[in-house]
């Protein structure tokens, strides 16, 4: 799943799963939950029993990252 930093569509869901951003970083839902654990990596949000992850801080997130790489 190729993901870009622009706004999501239309087609894009507001809302993505633990699996669903592990697709996006290429790693694998536990190191999300683990990153989830420690306060690292984008915020999430507890929906019921699952946690969910708002696109556009996913892509707040990334610009922080790239930003920190840059420095």
């Known amino acids: 799943m190729t993901r870009s930093l622009a706004a ?3 087609a ?3 809302f ?3 699996d669903e951003v592990a697709d996006r ?3 694998a839902a ?3 939950r ?3 654990y420690v306060g690292y990596g984008p915020r999430g949000r507890k929906v019921g029993r699952r946690v969910l992850y708002d696109v556009a801080e996913l892509d707040r997130w990334d610009a922080d990252q ?3 790489a840059a420095a």
Request: hydrophobic content about 25%; charged content about 25%.
């Open 8 to 10: 999501p569509s239309a």
């Open 12 to 14: 894009e869901p507001k």
């Open 16 to 18: 993505l799963t633990t």
């Open 25 to 27: 970083y290429r790693t």
């Open 34 to 36: 683990y990153w989830r």
């Open 66 to 68: 790239a930003g920190d």
């Open 30 to 32: 536990s190191t999300v």
